[in-house]
């Protein structure tokens, strides 16, 4: 199952849970109540946006050979420069 994290502005808390990709949370009290953690003072009603992160990274130089550059020098069809 995906992991997310959800921010509130209320609160400035960030919180990570799991979900399916279909589910989006959208307060305090869902959040808390997916997350097992007591809501403290802020209320259940507050609102909550999933915040976007960098996903996972997959190394691709290591999976393809670098592509040449290109410009001046990396192509030189595309410059004066004879290689």
Avoid at 8 to 13: A, F, I, K, L, R
């Amino acid at each position: 199952m995906p992991t997310y994290d959800y921010h509130c502005e209320q609160n400035s808390q960030t919180v990570t849970v799991q979900h399916s990709m279909k589910e989006k949370l959208q307060t305090w009290g869902e959040l808390c109540q997916r997350a097992g953690i007591e809501p403290g003072k802020t209320p259940a009603t507050a609102t909550v946006e999933r915040v976007i992160s960098g996903g996972i990274a997959l190394p691709i130089a290591t999976q393809a050979p670098a592509l040449p550059m290109a410009g001046c020098c990396g192509s030189p069809s595309s410059c004066g420069h004879s290689h």
